[in-house]
């Protein structure tokens, strides 16, 4: 293989990845920048998310449909969640979020192993998306490309949406000052709500988009959402622009870490995270408080 | 303490006498991870720094006295004392890095060093065992043929004499002038800052001593389970220490123990009902976050003690929200 085909596919294969890293990591820090939470059970949703994909795809034989679905369940989920569990502690610590989702994940991921038992699942991509094209001479999956293509496409959707329209002004101005927001006679609480709905959905989504490459597993979640605390950090917590280019960075840290470094690829990725908070406690693209 | 501590006392010193051996190894487990829950609470309820990482302590403590054990093949008490002294050596630059940050950035900062250590622990092999971990490792006793503490009823109560220990050295610091200047930099760090205490010393200071007490855990941790492995370091046991802690009631020192006890209870109890135990568990912790902020010893309290006494209490023991 040749260098440059081998950058090219590599290089596809971080893109891939950095995609599935967004869609967790937008989440969590849309949920940061509007309520202040560490939502440590993102990677129980995103993990919730993968298994509702499977069970609709296989009852139904529709792919897009679970692709639709299954951010839908999590998202409303979400919801049930923020009026039960986070509401009534709004006026408390951060602390108390943090325990308290850290308790959500715990439920959430035993609930998918009394319902879906401790066998893997997957299911069958369909065909457009199940081969795979020749690049540079090299053999490279579609799904991949479909993958990378589909990172941006939402990455750029979600940004129009924040900065072009109404209701994204009033969640950029409620993450700024939400008191304020509310004197102007807009009910926060439908804010909070709807941003940690829109969260857990987009993890969900990471979810369903990463069973074909990884499968959908119990212990899914436990390990994605540290990577994501580590974009989120290393971005800048609330930032979007932050969560781009952290997922990027980590996405192609550990493609080409894998393979180069392959044992130092895992410590590296912490390492960047305590240097970058060591220089710049709010991370790379933080804003001071 | 009165006459319920005394019972409590003399009810754990009967222990191996009366009980069933698989319960003494029970109490046993109990007693370490109260230890461990005890010395977060130093962070979590004195000084108000929401450590998400302290499983990196307890790892540490774990992986240093078993190689102590392995490899130097020094004695038991030996090893665990040299393991506790080692993490809180090396918490030291930990702390002085952490404490940079505040909040949520201390939180995410601890749990960064702590996946590191995992990272660490996973991969190198020749040190660490790598995924396996390091197995065989024994309560041998080494030179001085203390052979007692090979037996369970003696890890028992060397377990217990440490917590003991820890618990007499703990109350007496968070009782110090210096404990009572922790308390005051977790109420108002600026006001602390402003009376001419340097916070950030105090801090850094503090993690240092919970990283002793919570390396002392894990030092005691190792040779009882026989292994330490990279899970040791892993986010959810940081996360189930902070459930044990709040559980039990943050800002006192036997609250997180019987938190501790309460969890393993549960987990115990419950993995023996149901193969969902952890969803009813994790129900059980939202609604003491949610319902119940002061925890179990904040309820004990309220209801036991005096006015007097409450008032008497209410400048060192807060219960933290």
């Known amino acids: ?289 | 303490m009165g006459w319920a501590g005394a019972v409590v006392i003399a009810g754990l010193a009967a222990a191996p006498a009366v009980l069933p051996g698989f319960l003494v190894t029970s109490l046993t487990e109990v007693l370490i991870l109260g230890l461990f829950a005890m010395s977060l609470d130093l962070l979590v309820g004195y000084t108000g720094l929401d450590s998400f990482g302290h499983a990196a302590v307890y790892g540490l403590g774990a992986y240093t006295a078993s190689l102590l054990l392995l490899r130097a093949e020094v004695s038991l008490p030996t090893a665990v004392l040299g393991g506790a002294l080692l993490t809180a050596v090396l918490a030291l630059p930990m702390g002085w890095l952490c404490t940079r940050t505040t909040g949520v950035s201390f939180a995410m900062l601890t749990l960064a060093f702590a996946q590191l250590l995992y990272a660490v622990a996973y991969k190198w092999q020749s040190v660490t065992g790598g995924s396996d971990g390091l197995a065989g490792v024994s309560r041998t006793p080494g030179p001085f043929g203390l052979t007692w503490f090979t037996s369970r009823p003696g890890y028992y109560y060397f377990v217990a004499g440490c917590l003991a220990g820890a618990y007499v050295l703990c109350r007496a610091f968070v009782a110090s002038p210096v404990g009572t200047t922790l308390l005051a930099i977790r109420e108002n760090e600026r006001k602390a800052s402003a009376l001419g205490y340097n916070p950030r010393a105090y801090k850094i200071a503090v993690f240092v001593i919970a990283a002793f007490f919570g390396g002392l855990a894990g030092a005691l941790y190792a040779p009882f389970a026989g292994f330490a492995s990279p899970d040791l370091f892993f986010w959810i046991l940081s996360g189930q220490v902070l459930v044990m802690v709040i559980v039990g009631g943050s800002g006192s020192l036997l609250g997180p123990i019987a938190g501790a006890a309460v969890f393993l209870l549960l987990e115990h109890h419950l993995s023996g009902l149901t193969d969902s135990w952890a969803l009813i568990l994790g129900l059980i912790f939202i609604v003491f976050v949610v319902f119940v902020p002061e925890g179990l010893w904040g309820i004990v309290r309220r209801h036991a003690a005096t006015p007097a006494a409450l008032l008497e209490e209410s400048g060192a023991e807060h219960p933290v929200p």
């Open chain 1, 1 to 289: 293989m040749s260098l440059t085909a081998f950058l090219v596919t590599q290089g596809l294969n971080a893109l891939a990845l950095s995609a599935l890293l967004f869609f967790i990591s937008i989440g969590l820090t849309l949920i940061f920048g509007i309520m202040r939470i560490i939502n440590f059970a993102h990677g129980a949703l995103y993990m919730l998310g993968a298994y509702v994909g499977v069970s609709v795809a296989l009852w139904t034989g529709r792919y897009w449909l679970a692709l639709a679905l299954a951010p839908i369940l999590v998202a409303a989920l979400g919801l049930g969640v923020e009026a039960l569990v986070l509401r009534p502690l709004y006026r408390r610590e951060h602390g108390a979020f943090l325990l308290v989702t850290f308790g959500v994940a715990l439920v959430v991921a035993e609930g998918i192993r009394l319902g879906w038992g401790p066998t893997a699942r997957r299911f069958a991509l369909p065909s457009g998306l199940a081969g795979s094209v020749t690049l540079l001479g090299e053999a490279f999956p579609v799904y991949r490309i479909f993958l990378a293509c589909f990172g941006v496409a939402v990455a750029v959707a979600l940004w129009q949406f924040l900065e072009r329209t109404r209701l994204g002004l009033v969640i950029r101005a409620t993450a700024q000052n939400a008191e304020m927001v509310h004197a102007l006679g807009v009910d926060v609480r439908w804010v909070r709500s709807g941003v940690f709905a829109l969260g857990c959905g987009l993890a969900a989504l990471g979810g369903v988009l990463a069973v074909p490459l990884v499968t959908a597993y119990l212990g899914l979640g436990a390990g994605v959402v540290v990577d994501a605390f580590v974009i989120v950090i290393i971005g800048g917590m609330g930032s979007f622009v932050g969560s781009v280019i952290g997922s990027l960075l980590v996405g192609f840290v550990q493609t080409f870490g894998n393979f180069y470094l392959p044992d130092l690829a895992l410590a590296a990725m912490y390492l960047a995270m305590i240097a970058v908070l060591v220089l710049r406690p709010r991370g790379l693209f933080g804003q001071d408080e």
